[in-house]
T-cell receptor, first 110, second 115 residues
């Protein structure tokens, strides 16, 4: 699977937007970009995924660069409950096993 | 509705013993996955089932690890002759299908400690 690169940690203040970057320069044309997050002492939780176009759902937005070599997960208003490790994962067309890296630890402060 | 459940939530065993970890997927989900997570690391893929058959077991570390899903629903991960290095959180996930756009729903995990 193609590799992703994320910062180890980021900090945000509550009620402010958060932009979590992910680089995937070796992405192939059939790779889907998935984001999962893992809250402390819980299993991972699906956040959002996309292929080429930007995507929005109730949890977040996903902005995908035109060349698809990078993407950004956007939390519009961070809350304390958003403090988690966020994983950016590429899934090859027809693939299904998730390859987690070390992700980005997001800290949210009052 | 009910999510993915895993039992037990915690398991402490002695080196050399046999353990079984159970996963109940979301009803109707045909795909079931096992991952394990060591402290400070992201989850690591072990095996996945499509229906009753193991479609990809490339992540199983050695032949002490085995998993079954006899009726295409509940799955059991079996570890023989446990070693201290097997200590980790074992996570189960299920999904409607196996396409790249299918989201996986994870259970809370079983924390295995081998003394």
């Amino acid at each position: 699977d193609a590799k992703t690169t994320q910062p180890n940690s980021m900090e945000s203040n509550e009620e402010e937007p958060v932009h979590l970057p992910c680089n995937h320069s070796t992405i192939s044309g059939t790779d889907y970009i998935h984001w999962y997050r893992q809250l402390p002492s819980q299993g991972p939780e699906y956040v959002i995924h996309g292929l080429t176009s930007n995507v929005n759902n109730r949890m977040a937005s996903l902005a995908i660069a035109e060349d698809r070599k990078s993407s950004t997960l956007i939390l519009h208003r961070a809350t304390l409950r958003d403090a988690a490790v966020y994983y950016c994962i590429l899934l090859t067309g027809g693939g299904n096993k998730l390859t987690f890296g070390t992700g980005t630890q997001l800290k949210v402060e009052l | 509705g009910a999510g993915v459940s895993q039992t037990p939530s915690n398991k402490v065993t002695e080196k050399g013993k046999y353990v079984e970890l159970r996963c109940d997927p979301i009803s109707g989900h045909t795909a079931l996955y096992w991952y394990r997570q060591s402290l400070g690391q992201g989850p690591e893929f072990l095996i996945y089932f499509q229906g009753t058959g193991a479609a990809d077991d490339s992540g199983l570390p050695n032949d002490r690890f085995f998993a079954v899903r006899p009726e295409g629903s509940v799955s059991t991960l079996k570890i023989q002759r446990t070693e201290r290095g097997d200590s980790a959180v074992y996570l189960c996930a299920s999904s409607l299908g196996v396409s790249s756009y299918n989201e996986q729903f994870f259970g809370p995990g079983t924390r295995l400690t081998v003394l």
